[in-house]
């Protein structure tokens, strides 16, 4: 490769990080909706570097993320919800911490060997987007 092309490439990454920067500030400026919340929950959990174990099973990051929707979905259909709107805390609280068959707490573990229960991995990611996107 030659020095040209490293510079190029370079500049092209330095502007990506840049413009990154840019969307994420964005949509900063406005506070975010629990809907979004939650929907920045379940990409979180879509991009977990590691395995998420629920009824002692494991499922990639991919599968965890689908089951936390389809949990989401459903609970947005049935009777006792019906015209709720969920916040964040509930999402967390009610619908991605357990088993709703079992009463099994979900866990995450890392590939760097660390284990988290679910519940406090993500009302850790919680503060960390609130924190990011403070009220106005």
Not at 65 to 84: C, E, Q
Not at 89 to 116: C, M, N, R, V, W
Request: charged letters at 25%.
């Amino acid at each position: 490769m030659t020095k040209r092309w490293k510079w190029s490439l370079l500049a092209l990454c330095v502007f990506l990080t840049h413009v990154q920067i840019m969307e994420i500030s964005a949509q900063c400026k406005t506070e975010l909706s629990e809907d979004q919340k939650i929907e920045r929950l379940i990409l979180a959990v879509s991009s977990i570097d590691g395995k998420f174990i629920r009824n002692e099973k494991e499922h990639n990051a991919t599968e965890a993320a689908s089951h936390l929707r389809l949990k989401l979905s459903n609970a947005k259909k049935s009777l006792f919800s019906s015209g709720k709107n969920w916040t964040a805390i509930q999402f967390i609280d009610q619908l991605a911490t357990k088993s709703s068959l079992s009463g099994i707490p979900y866990e995450i573990h890392f590939k760097s060997g660390k284990k988290i229960l679910s519940a406090d991995w993500l009302k850790a990611e919680l503060k960390k987007m609130e924190d990011n996107c403070p009220r106005s």
